[in-house]
């Protein structure tokens, strides 16, 4: 947990040594009170004392109550600023952090692992921080100082006070044994409810049309009830500490009176009013003592959970990024818009098998190159180790000559327009989901996205929603059919006018007319850029300049249309899968 508070800022370490001297403040206030306490006691039981002087130290120990109050309230709020501050500042290092993770990291992590991290271990964190600071820093200066006023009192009371002490320790002690392996099943089990809730909601059509409510329910009472049952196990450990504190402090202070009667009784009639003023103070200081210790209890009761959720977000802060920046930036290159994969092979960090083995071919500016293969064969990991969502186990993966390692990941992606295999659609409009992000080039305008969209063939639908461009798209796109989702995310790489383009698959909920003029308007448009197609139609690509066949992660086939007829067995059955004879003779 201390690591996170290197987040702190100067700012923030000037606040909690304010808040420090304030608290410090307010104890020395409020021990002060008992001492104006047993003044007036004494005065109430001496003959001949002045009302005045008993008003006098009533009124200062309404002046120590008040300063105390406000002494607490300032505090307090600087304490919360600084929580506040901290819980920003992780949060968002957590946040930049996850945007810098390569594929594989994220997987082992998971999205909903992610999302939990992100924000209820964050959230724990903050409450620690802020109900736990104030608390830590004020119980131990409090108990000390109050310590100090009665150890020499009286030994009796003293030795009482110690056992109070103890037992009560003894009592959190054990429960916290107890219950602190429990914490950090209970954020798995979070992260697991957070999983289920997102594919329930995400599926929510399937969900429906398969009749599988019941079945989602029970899967999320599931999770939601061992959840809810370590819950309650822990709750009920933690019950048991408040009635034993007070419980002790009652049964400390009714001792403390109880053996000041006997010192009382036992003393000479003179010493009897200094004893019976020394009981007032010490039964007030004694319980300023179990009233620290009772806080620190309360401590100790957070601060497991806030250790195991410490230790998950420090887990994705100390992530190894495998995919490093380079150094290099988008100047001009000996060459534009090529792609070259020069004797690549990949396999994932901990698998034994190669996914890819020594994959060699150019794309050259305005080419056309496509990749197909029978399903698993490693098209879609082929191309993203392009953009670098991946990086090659062996060989290279060179853009305009220049290996995609060398290059700032931002320089890299601002060469290329990439459509995922499914299309991503952001919550917005139609103009924000297509000018999103940007291109290191001039700022992508209105007249950029109407070309966009009338390039991806989504003008049609576009201008007959109610307000066209303006119009406002649910997250997932879930107010637009799967070919209107696919139309926006190819408008969206359209837009960038960049150098290299990549369709994972991108044209497959296109019927067969859309997606003819689609093809003809974008090789029209990206004449002068690299296009990479992967694709499972072979419509699609038959008049790509150059197509590659990938079969278990090797290429079995390269040429075009007409060559790999005639020499790629593999090739020539997709083909014949789709589409007659004759019209592959006559494509």
Partial sequence: MLKLFKNLTKREFILIFFSLVLI?????LELKIPDYMSQITKLVETEGSQMNEILKNGGYMVLCAFGSLI?????????CVIAASLSKNVRKKVFDKVQNLAMNEVKSFSISSLITRTTNDITQIQMLLSMGLLLAIKSPITAIWAVSKI?????QWSTLTGVAVVLM?????????????????????????????????????????????????QKFDGVN??????????????????????????????????????LINSAEVTGRLEIFGNMVVFSSYAFQVIMSFMMLAFIFIMIPRG??????????????TTIKDGSKDSEKADEVGTVEFKNVSFKYPDAEDYLLKNVSFKANKGDTVAIVGLTGSGKSTLINLIPRFYDATDGEVLVDGVNVKEYKQKSLHNKIGYVPQRAVIF???VFSNVAYGENGKDAITEEDVKKAVEVAQAKEFVEKMENKYDTHISQGGINLSGGQ??????????ARNPEIYIFDDSFSALDYKTDSILRKELKRHTKDATSIIVAQRIGTIMNADKIIVLNDGETIGMGTHKELLENCEIYKKIALSQLSKEELENA
């Fill in 151 to 155: 150890i020499n009192k009286s030994w």
């Fill in 169 to 217: 320790l003894s009592i959190v002690g054990v429960i916290m044994v107890i219950v602190t392996p429990k914490f950090k099943r209970i954020q798995k089990l979070t992260d697991r409810i957070n999983g289920v809730t997102r594919e329930n909601l995400t599926g929510i059509r399937v969900v429906r049309a398969f009749n599988a409510e019941e079945y989602q329910e």
């Fill in 485 to 494: 989702k696919q139309r926006i995310a190819i408008a969206r790489a359209i």
């Fill in 225 to 262: 009830d061992e959840l809810t049952n370590l819950q309650y196990f822990n709750q009920k450990k933690f019950a048991i500490i408040q009635p034993l504190m007070f419980g002790t402090m009652n049964i400390l202070t009714l001792f403390v009176y109880f053996i000041g009667a006997k």
């Fill in 427 to 429: 919550d917005g409009t």
């Fill in 307 to 320: 250790q195991v959720s410490a230790k998950r977000i420090n887990e994705v802060l100390d992530e190894e």
């Fill in 24 to 28: 410090m403040a307010q104890v020395w």
């Fill in 71 to 79: 002494a607490t309230v300032i505090a307090s709020y600087f304490i």
